[in-house]
């Protein structure tokens, strides 16, 4: 996997209020049971970014007028489980890639950053997404293998899908850039070192 150092961030990518409408999908209970799962995990990984000093930056989704997560309604907010800090960058997107149209790339080529620890929702469409153009951007990539997640979705379940994108993700590359599916408590344990 690599030496950590400061050259990584954490990426948490549209942990918001309503990014996933319990009310409305087929698995309500078990998801929510999943999700708040997934939320103690973040938490955690987060923590341990703050102690290791690296740099948190959260990404919002808008779904557009109408939309559950629509800019600034209830729904679109950052979930009061994940600690948004005054320091930390906060990039809106309204395509699945948080790199289209949002200054992300500017603001870690400006911070010499080359590492994504990356973390969010929805598996299926954002998360995968953004590791994807990552990887072709140059930046090298630790997703969190159950630091993401998603509700079920034609036909699959939310833990086929996971598990699916975990496996075609591990090692994918562009060029000298790879991703690296990593579960949240192995990435923990890491040491981030001085450089």
């Not at 320091?87 to 790339?105: A, E, R």
């Not at 950053?113 to 090298?140: H, P, Q, V, W």
Request: charged share 25%; aromatic share 6%.
């Amino acid at each position: 996997m690599g030496i950590i150092n400061h050259s990584h961030a954490l990426l948490l990518i549209d942990i918001q209020n309503k990014v996933i409408d319990f009310k409305s999908i087929t698995r309500p209970s078990e998801t929510e049971i999943a999700f708040n799962k997934f939320l103690e995990r973040i938490s955690k990984l987060q923590t341990w970014a703050r102690d290791s000093d690296l740099a948190t930056i959260h990404v919002q989704h808008d779904g557009g007028q109408g939309s559950r997560i629509e800019r600034d309604s209830q729904g679109w907010q950052i979930r009061n489980e994940i600690d948004v800090q005054p320091k930390d960058p906060i990039f809106y997107k309204t395509h699945c890639s948080s790199f289209s149209g949002t200054g992300l790339n500017d603001y870690l080529k400006k911070n010499k950053i080359d590492s994504l620890i990356i973390a969010g929702c929805m598996t299926n469409f954002c998360i995968d997404t953004t590791c994807r153009i990552a990887i072709e951007k140059g930046y090298n990539v630790i997703l969190a293998a159950d630091g993401h997640m998603t509700c079920d979705n034609d036909g699959l379940t939310f833990e086929q899908i996971i598990k699916h994108h975990n496996s075609i993700l591990a090692d994918l590359s562009a060029d000298n850039a790879c991703i690296k599916v990593v579960p949240v408590n192995k990435i923990i344990s890491l040491t981030v070192s001085a450089d």
